[in-house]
């Protein structure tokens, strides 16, 4: 095979690319019905090389979702349950004893995957937590002092559920902002319910996605096109200011303790960068950095307890933010 050429046939070509990426949405939708924001939000982190936080109560089809994504981009994904017992070694992988040659050997954990999705990250304890930072942002895992790569690409993509908060342990805000985005999976609307149910009336079985019609449709080779693509968009002065110009109005906002850090101007440049290439443009434009501003910033602000009392939220604060800053024209 053409080292260029993925199994799904792709060149890596950026046109071929984009509209590779584009068929993911029709792919994924024959597994995981009205759900086109979140794939939308999942295929941005991977041109970002960045992660996920999936937030929504359970049953939304958070799991569903990325394995839906790992099959129709031909990706390794693996799923760890995270629990209050959980060990970061079970995370990672470890040294362990081999008596036939009197010599320990490293096995693998299930981060060394290209999709890891962990489930329910808030119900470990924070040192379990913390043994994804260092995959998440070295891109690899060290054990025994000795550092092993992670597979390209690498996308971590953690649930939590934001009504149950007994016997959890909430991610702390430095933990929050390595996370790219967060996004919310909504309950469907009344339609989307009737077809998911009909689905499953007429034979739908969620745990084999090829009976689904599921196939791959992108490859590793559309991701790294997309990505050299996506680098060469343009980003003029007065966008970059005007990203600045909002990150600043959160670190001034009488209802926020916290404001977005530098990392989060930059999260936010990227990930707008990323859309404007996906929307067919190689540029970026205002409407660019607010369709991705919610996302991007709602887990790297944090409310004062009186705004939360009166019923403001992140995202209604942010959302105040982008009415008020002035938009360059």
């Known amino acids: 095979m053409d080292p260029t050429t993925d199994n799904a046939g792709n060149t890596g070509d950026p046109g071929t690319a984009r509209a590779s990426l584009e068929a993911l949405r029709a792919e994924i939708a024959k597994a995981v019905v009205g759900q086109d924001p979140a794939v939308t939000g999942l295929v941005v982190a991977l041109l970002c090389r960045g992660h996920v936080l999936l937030e929504g109560v359970p049953g939304v089809a958070k799991t569903l979702l990325v394995r839906a994504l790992a099959s129709a981009l031909e990706l390794d994904t693996k799923r760890v349950q995270f629990t209050p017992d959980l060990m970061p070694s079970d995370v990672t992988g470890s040294l362990v004893y081999d008596t036939r040659t009197a010599e320990f050997?490293?096995?693998?954990?299930?981060?060394?995957?290209?999709?890891?999705?962990?489930?329910?990250?808030?119900?470990?304890?924070?040192?379990?937590?913390?043994?994804?930072?260092?995959?998440?942002?070295?891109?690899?895992?060290?054990?025994?002092?000795?550092?092993?790569?992670?597979?390209?690409?690498?996308?971590?993509?953690?649930?939590?559920?934001?009504?149950?908060?007994?016997?959890?342990?909430?991610?702390?805000e430095?933990?929050?902002?390595?996370?790219?985005?967060?996004?919310?999976?909504?309950?469907?609307?009344?339609?989307?319910?009737?077809?998911?149910?009909?689905?499953?009336?007429?034979?739908?079985?969620?745990?084999?996605?090829?009976?689904?019609?599921?196939?791959?449709?992108?490859?590793?080779?559309?991701?790294?096109?997309?990505?050299?693509?996506?680098?060469?968009?343009?980003?003029?002065?007065?966008?970059?200011?005007?990203?600045?110009?909002?990150?600043?109005?959160?670190?001034?906002?009488?209802?926020?303790?916290?404001?977005?850090?530098?990392?989060?101007?930059?999260?936010?440049?990227?990930?707008?960068?990323?859309?404007?290439?996906?929307?067919?443009?190689?540029?970026?434009i205002p409407d660019d950095v607010k369709a991705l501003a919610l996302p991007t910033l709602r887990h790297r602000v944090q409310l004062r307890p009186e705004a939360e009392m009166e019923g403001v939220t992140a995202d209604s604060v942010i959302n105040a933010i982008l009415a008020h800053v002035p938009v360059p024209r």
């Open 105 to 172: 050997s490293f096995q693998p954990g299930p981060v060394f995957t290209n999709l890891l999705l962990a489930d329910e990250i808030n119900r470990t304890p924070p040192k379990t937590q913390s043994s994804l930072l260092e995959a998440m942002e070295e891109r690899q895992v060290t054990v025994d002092g000795t550092p092993r790569p992670l597979p390209d690409p690498f996308l971590v993509a953690a649930t939590q559920n934001p009504v149950e908060y007994e016997g959890t342990y909430p991610l702390p």
């Open 174 to 284: 430095a933990q929050l902002d390595r996370f790219l985005l967060k996004l919310t999976i909504p309950l469907p609307s009344r339609q989307d319910e009737i077809d998911v149910l009909t689905r499953h009336a007429e034979g739908f079985n969620p745990r084999d996605l090829r009976a689904a019609g599921v196939r791959p449709v992108a490859g590793p080779a559309d991701l790294e096109a997309a990505r050299a693509a996506v680098a060469k968009t343009t980003i003029s002065p007065a966008i970059t200011a005007y990203v600045v110009d909002i990150c600043r109005a959160t670190r001034e906002s009488p209802s926020l303790t916290l404001g977005v850090s530098p990392r989060g101007a930059t999260a936010l440049l990227a990930t707008a960068r990323a859309w404007a290439w996906l929307t067919g443009r190689d540029y970026v």
